[in-house]
């Protein structure tokens, strides 16, 4: 296994960062470093967030 980019997360790796999607309206979000998306509550209709 080689080093480097690429670490065989598949076509969702998202790399730094990310979205958090809401999983009632399909709000998103970009995602915090230090914050997990289920800590984060959908500022439209307040849902918990998931990671995209
Ligand atoms: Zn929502």
Known sequence: M??????????LAAGPGG?????????????QLGTPCYRIKCPKCG???TRK
Do not use: D, L, S
């Not at 979205?19 to 995602?31: F, L, S």
């Open 19 to 31: 979205v958090c999607v809401c999983p009632k309206c399909g709000y998103e979000i970009a995602h």
């Open 2 to 11: 080689p080093g480097g980019m690429g670490r065989g997360g598949g076509p």
């Open 47 to 49: 849902t918990q967030m």
